[in-house]
Nanobody
Framework: QVQLVESGGGLVQAGGSLRLSCAAS????????MGWFRQAPGKEREFVAH????????YYVDSVKGRFTISRDNAKNTVYLQMNSLKPEDTAVYYC?????????????????WGQGTQVTVSS
């Protein structure tokens, strides 16, 4: 099973940018569909973005469309989340996750492996 480690979180002012990375171990990374989720204090884990195993298909929650971009580099076993025009409401712990099925990409229960999370804080 793939193991995931996120990095790149931090404190940024509203309007700023961050790029999160998720490094995966395992030789079968390219066969996994990858997603990013986030969880703010007192809230449920929320789907953010998804990318297919080969990269051409992406899907975003409406609140981040046009601001966030998910991408992957299978040669480096890494998936990225570029976050621009950040808002205070984007503050959360961000998690990457991997799944083998293409179905229900926004359902966290469908994912097979999770990273430990990285904190993103956006100040106003």
């Amino acid at each position: 099973q793939v193991q995931l480690v996120e990095s790149g979180g931090g404190l940024v002012q509203a309007g700023g940018s961050l790029r999160l990375s998720c490094a995966a171990s395992g030789r079968t990374f390219s066969s996994y569909y990858m997603g990013w989720f986030r969880q703010a204090p007192g809230k449920e884990r929320e789907f953010v973005a998804h990318i297919s195993w080969s990269g051409p298909y992406t899907y975003y929650v409406d609140s981040v469309k046009g601001r966030f971009t998910i991408s992957r580099d299978n040669a480096k076993n890494t998936v990225y989340l570029q976050m621009n025009s950040l808002k205070p409401e984007d503050t959360a712990v961000y998690y990457c996750a991997a799944k083998v099925s293409a179905a229900k990409v926004s359902d966290p229960n469908e994912y097979d492996a999770w990273g430990q999370g990285t904190q993103v804080t956006v100040s106003s």
